[in-house]
T-cell receptor
Framework: EPEVTQTPSHQVTQMGQEVILRCVPI?????FYWYRQILGQKVEFLVS????????KSEIFDDQFSVERPDGSNFTLKIRSTKLEDSAMYFC????????????FGPGTRLTVL | AQSVAQPEDQVNVAEGNPLTVKCTYS??????LFWYVQYPNRGLQFLLK??????LVKGSYGFEAEFNKSQTSFHLKKPSALVSDSALYFC???????????????FGKGTKLSVIP
């Protein structure tokens, strides 16, 4: 069964450093998403991406964040200058379409900012 | 704005007994509702969804959920719990009328289900 994959599973970085989180969505899916979950809190929407551009973003997704689909398979989330409060589990998701289709989630990348 | 409430942080149930995990929602228009399950060190796995039609929807692993518009609820149920059902369960909502290009899901905080042998 096709699945969303994410790398790395755990990333440790120093405050102020740039990190790139990588995702490979399901191959025939057209919509891509990033969510995050700070420990003990809700899963929160960050951004959605379709047709090579951001279709929606939350207030969390400020200028420090960017997304890219550099080739036909990868979808990346970049945090330009990490802060302590960026420590969280980051989930990538994809869906066939943006309507009523369910989103399929990857296993997550745990980001720890020291 | 859309929101989801899962009033119970934890639900304990004996193996073989029926289980219910509660979810209520708030949207401006009509809701799309989803249940996901998260096992330790795994991503969120889709269980089932309500879009329209029959209020009782069936999903994976014997789970079902009942949509109740008047009570704005979408409780997850299973007639007979298994120890392997022990996991974290998330309810999520999307507002059908949240606007073109808006497909974000809003999640509840999750309910930890423990099935006791």
């Amino acid at each position: 069964e096709p699945e969303v994959t994410q790398t790395p599973s755990h990333q440790v970085t120093q405050m102020g450093q740039e990190v790139i989180l990588r995702c490979v969505p399901i191959s025939n899916h057209l919509y891509f998403y990033w969510y995050r979950q700070i420990l003990g809190q809700k899963v929160e929407f960050l951004v959605s991406f379709y047709n090579n551009e951001i279709s929606e973003k939350s207030e969390i997704f400020d200028d420090q964040f960017s997304v890219e689909r550099p080739d036909g398979s990868n979808f990346t989330l970049k945090i330009r200058s990490t802060k302590l409060e960026d420590s969280a589990m980051y989930f990538c998701a994809s869906s066939e379409s943006g309507g009523y289709n369910e989103q399929f989630f990857g296993p997550g990348t745990r980001l720890t900012v020291l | 704005a859309q929101s989801v409430a899962q009033p119970e942080d934890q639900v304990n149930v004996a193996e073989g007994n029926p289980l219910t995990v509660k979810c209520t929602y708030s949207v401006s228009g009509n809701p799309y509702l989803f249940w996901y399950v998260q096992y330790p060190n795994r991503g969120l796995q889709f269980l089932l969804k309500y879009i329209t039609g029959d209020n009782l929807v069936k999903g994976s692993y014997g789970f079902e959920a009942e949509f109740n518009k008047s009570q704005t609820s979408f409780h997850l149920k299973k007639p007979s719990a298994l120890v392997s059902d022990s996991a974290l369960y998330f309810c999520a909502v999307r507002d059908l009328y949240s606007g073109a290009g808006s497909y974000q899901l809003t999640f509840g905080k999750g309910t930890k289900l423990s099935v006791i042998p």
